[in-house]
């Protein structure tokens, strides 16, 4: 999981390099309150969204409209109203935290147990992401999938419901 967690979130940069870095600087991602039944800009013409799967296997599915021919990935996690923590290094934002998993964290890519893993749902099926999460561009019905295991060969999350 660690591998596949730092391939997804450093193949851009660094392709396929293992980290084990400490002293980045973390940030708090924060949107608006969270969404209940609707979308965050339900009367925005596209969505996305960005569906979290927990370790224990519960789910979460927040949807975000926009405006433009597409929204990047930062801008949908800011704006979805899921809590993430974030630490930055030389490659670019790592996701260390996720709807308050882990509760609490000494590093964000833990040595042994589970990690976040990111997947890219752009048409219909899940895939590896081949970068981090902000610089992936995201296009009407596609979604950011998150998933919280030690499994290194981690499947993706369930599709959105609302697709």
């Not at 392709?15 to 608006?32: T, Y």
């Not at 800009?41 to 519960?58: D, I």
């Not at 219909?124 to 970068?131: D, F, K, L």
């Amino acid at each position: 999981m660690r591998k596949h967690l730092i391939w997804a979130s450093a193949t851009l940069a660094l392709a396929l390099v293992s980290v084990n870095a400490c002293g980045g600087s973390p940030s708090i991602g924060s949107g608006p309150a969270s969404p209940t039944s609707t979308c965050v800009n339900a009367g925005a013409p596209h969505f996305a969204y960005v569906v979290v799967q927990h370790q224990a296997g519960t789910t979460v599915q927040k949807c975000v409209g926009f405006t433009g021919d597409s929204i990047d990935g930062s801008t949908l996690m800011d704006q979805s109203g899921v809590e993430f923590a974030t630490q930055t290094f030389s490659f670019g934002k790592a996701v260390c935290q996720i709807d308050k998993e882990p509760a609490k964290y000494d590093k964000c890519f833990a040595d042994t147990g589970p990690n976040w893993s990111l997947f890219i749902d752009a048409g219909g099926s899940w895939t590896a992401a081949q970068t981090g999460y902000t610089q992936v561009t995201l296009h009407d019905k596609d979604a950011l999938g998150w998933r919280y295991t030690a499994d290194q060969n981690a499947s993706p999350p369930p599709l959105p419901k609302s697709k």
